[in-house]
């Protein structure tokens, strides 16, 4: 059975079911267990469970560092990160622990943790607590980095991670914390490494994820009204990447469009660029649009924020642009 | 603590094979044949020996990057002839030349390996402990570190957890007063660094760690308070390196006649020294052992000189657990 529940129930949901499935699971970070998070994505579990819950000091490097660790011996932690840019304090135990034990291993264990981590801007917070952190994660082999867009994707992905031997970041944009969609009751797991084909459409692929799907559909609704019709990729995975969904989609459209939160330069976009690029130059007809944030930390001031995040109008003169060339 | 002549003369033997151990695998790294960095404990021996006589192989040990003797002494005998192969990038080895001397690790005996990032494994060993304590089992975890690694962060946030959350982990800090050419005195306030643990409540000591003897009491104790509950322990052990902080550094920042002084309290001298006057050992039952190690060692050397190179294919393994990444086509 489904109904209409919020991203972030969604997300709760999923840890309460899967704590409940499996014994190994357990949740650990800052104000996690007994308030239930600082953004309440942890509630209900500690007074569940309160030897499966754990509060710790400000110490996010202790935090992936246990997690690391527990998971070697069989344990499924799931860590939060309030904020994803804290991630610069234990990067070092994403990078060069938790993203490299599988291949240490040789595969006989692995860093099976999940750290959710909430990244994004849009509530005024600046650029401590705003960032997107993505292209930091990506050039990782070894890491898994998923981003949902929806709470259909949040609860089935979340699921597959905790499930998943890799370290999985999983990302929540605190944007779409509050945003509703159907979702089943059930456990159900959404499968990694694959991109979600939001909207068909045959004239622009546009590779949108996290809080920009939204952008991306409001878009492509409008663009409609004028004719231009518009496929929307949701890469779910950011990386390790779906490339065959997307190449598959550009070779149809011949036009890429993708719309990224965060600075332009070195982010994810310019990577899908240069796939598509490489792969099937001769099927374009147009060259790719990339609509990002300005090169600058997030501002605080709300006319500040908003004048570095990506724009809408640019998504759509920059579709009309690829239509006319 | 007083150990019986059985036990001296093992862990003797022990001591004997990895300076055996680290001085081949010396001269091959001088000669080129070993590629890469490699830190050798010359001289720390009983540092290493004594703490790994006292662990069980379900115990976690994760050593520090001048490693080898404990990894080798952790391992079973057989397997030992695999972590030199490991050290020449040989397909043989242990972990199959992927990880070489400061990733050796070994799951079946709980060698969880080195991080090459000095202060990592202060946390991780904090995860092994966790979970000791999460699946209610007696298993203790040792962290090797250097007096180098104390001025890293996590070593604070580490401490301060398995302080609060009395976690079995034993933290056991190496001390041979360099942290590659800064002397530890330069760069910490504390004349002991043991002291750095009275901060966190952790019972902190520090051993002479030239001494055998001293140095599987204090492990002991460390493990026996972990075991029953009660927390973490630093044990500092004063030691030093008689090699530069790689093979091929001279180490000319040391003053001049440090090393022969150090020297003089060279672990596997003052143990025969022990065996011969203390329990009557005959001088031929020294030499026994000396035969035995070096036969061990000449056959993980012509086992690792004989061993094929990897397969370049296999990097691309294990990168996930579930999905291939792209080779070359």
């Avoid at chain 1, 993505?134 to 050039?139: R, S, T, V, Y």
């Avoid at chain 2, 002494?73 to 972990?95: H, Q, V, W, Y």
């Amino acid at each position: 059975m489904t109904r209409k529940i919020s991203f972030s129930k969604a997300i709760n949901e999923a840890l309460h079911q899967e704590m409940e499935r499996d014994e190994k699971v357990f949740i650990i970070g800052e104000d996690v267990a007994k308030m239930g998070g600082d953004f309440g994505i942890t509630a209900g579990i500690w007074s569940k469970w309160p030897k499966r819950a754990f509060d710790t000091a400000l110490s996010e490097s202790a935090i992936i560092g246990l997690s690391c660790g527990a998971a070697l011996c069989g344990l499924r932690p799931v860590a939060e990160l309030m904020f994803a840019d804290f991630i610069a304090v234990c990067y070092d135990q994403i990078v060069n622990n938790a993203a490299k034990l599988s291949y240490m291993y040789e595969g006989k264990a692995s860093a099976q943790i999940v750290v959710r981590a909430v990244t994004g801007g849009g509530i005024r917070c600046a650029y401590h607590h705003s960032q997107c952190i993505e292209p930091w994660l990506m050039n990782i082999p070894g890491l898994v980095v998923l981003a949902p867009s929806t709470p259909y994707e949040a609860k089935g992905l979340l699921i597959s991670a905790i499930r998943n031997n890799n370290p999985v970041i999983f990302l929540e944009h605190k944007g779409l914390y509050n945003k509703k969609g159907e979702v089943p009751e059930d456990l159900y797991e959404l499968p990694l490494y694959k991109a979600n084909i939001v909207r068909e459409g045959s004239d622009i692929t546009i590779v949108a994820a996290m809080s920009m799907v939204d952008f991306a559909q409001k878009a492509a609704e409008e663009l409609s009204g004028q004719g231009i019709q518009c496929e929307i990729i949701n890469p779910l995975t950011l990386f390790p990447l779906d490339k065959e969904t997307i190449i598959n989609s550009v070779a149809k459209t011949g036009r890429l469009v993708i719309i990224q939160e965060g600075p332009k330069f070195m982010g994810y976009a310019a990577e899908i660029g240069s796939m598509v690029y490489e792969e099937i130059f001769e099927y374009l007809k147009a060259p790719m649009k990339r609509i990002t944030s300005l090169d600058t930390p997030v501002p605080f001031a709300p006319v500040m924020e908003d004048y570095v995040m990506p724009q809408y109008e640019d998504v759509l003169k920059a579709c009309n642009q690829l239509m006319s060339f | 603590m007083a150990l019986s002549k059985d036990h001296m003369l093992n862990i003797y033997r022990d001591m004997v094979l990895i300076r055996r151990f680290e001085e081949i695998i010396e001269k091959y790294s001088k000669n080129g044949t070993i590629p890469g960095f490699i830190h050798l404990s010359i001289g720390q021996e009983a540092a290493q020996a004594g703490v790994i006589d006292v662990l069980r192989e379900t115990d976690y040990k994760f050593p520090d990057h001048r490693g080898h003797g404990a990894i080798v002494l952790a391992s079973r005998p057989e397997d030992r002839k695999l972590i030199m192969a490991e050290i020449f990038g040989k397909k043989t080895g242990i972990n199959g030349g992927r990880g070489g001397s400061m990733h050796i690790n070994d799951l079946k005996v709980r060698n969880m390996g080195f991080n090459g990032i000095q202060g990592s494994t202060v946390v991780t060993s904090l995860g092994t402990a966790f979970a000791s304590v999460y699946n209610q089992t007696d298993d203790v975890t040792v962290v090797f570190m250097g007096d180098g690694t104390l001025g890293e962060g996590t070593c604070h946030e580490s401490m301060n957890m398995a302080a609060t959350w009395k976690l079995p982990l034993i933290y056991v800090l190496i001390n041979n007063q360099y942290a590659i050419s800064t002397p530890y005195t330069e760069s910490h306030p504390q004349k002991q660094l043991s002291d750095w643990g009275k901060g966190y409540n952790v019972p902190s000591m520090t051993v002479d760690g030239n001494d055998i003897e001293a140095v599987i009491e204090v492990t002991q104790s460390a493990v026996d308070r972990a075991k029953r509950g009660e927390g973490p322990t630093l044990i500092e052990l004063m030691t030093y390196r008689w090699q530069g902080h790689f093979s091929g550094d001279p180490a000319a920042y040391r003053p001049e006649g440090e090393l022969e002084k150090w020297k003089e309290k060279c672990p596997i001298k003052l143990a025969k020294e022990k065996l011969l006057n203390h329990f009557g050992v005959h001088e031929s039952e020294i030499t026994e052992i000396h035969n035995w190690v070096e036969k061990e060692i000449n056959s993980y050397l012509e086992f690792s000189l004989a061993s094929p190179n990897p397969s370049p294919q296999d990097s691309i393994k294990y990168v996930y657990t579930d999905v291939e990444v792209e080779g070359r086509s």
